[in-house]
């Protein structure tokens, strides 16, 4: 199935997959899946396990860790990028304010493609250690 080309573009102009060819674009794309949150809806919570990536398509979201709200999220924001690789507990939570479309991306779809792309595992252990030294640069 060709991927829908709103789908490659939004993934595209993120800072995790913008680095990557439209092939690899294209792949990832066909393997997110549209998801729409109710307002008030918790997308992710804090501590639970955590299987899925998501990048916001459209509508207002908040981020809070320990009850404290840190922060707005809307289109061409991510989350959940770090359950892709390892599946553990979320470290916010995000709860749609309106209607939040998110395209997902489960580490079950995702990992086939970085075990058969070394490009795509590439930008991937590049965009983490970056910002691993940023955190490091921060503590």
Known sequence: MAADPQIV??????DLFGPLKKRALRQIAS???????NPGQEV???????????????GP??????????GKI????YFG???????????????ANEE???????????RPLVQ????????LLQFMVGRLRAAEARG
């Open 116 to 123: 058969e792309n070394a490009a795509i595992c590439w930008k």
């Open 44 to 58: 992710t919570a804090e501590g639970d396990g955590g299987v899925a990536s998501h990048l916001v398509l459209e």
């Open 81 to 95: 990028e770090i359950a892709l690789i390892d599946e553990g507990a979320r470290s916010a939570t995000i709860t």
């Open 100 to 110: 939040l479309v998110t395209y997902g991306l489960t580490f079950w779809d995702f």
């Open 74 to 77: 809307g289109p061409g924001d």
């Open 61 to 70: 979201g908040n981020v809070s860790v320990k009850g404290k709200s840190l």
């Open 9 to 14: 573009s939004a993934f595209g102009d993120t």
């Open 31 to 37: 393997a997110a899946r549209i998801a729409v949150h």
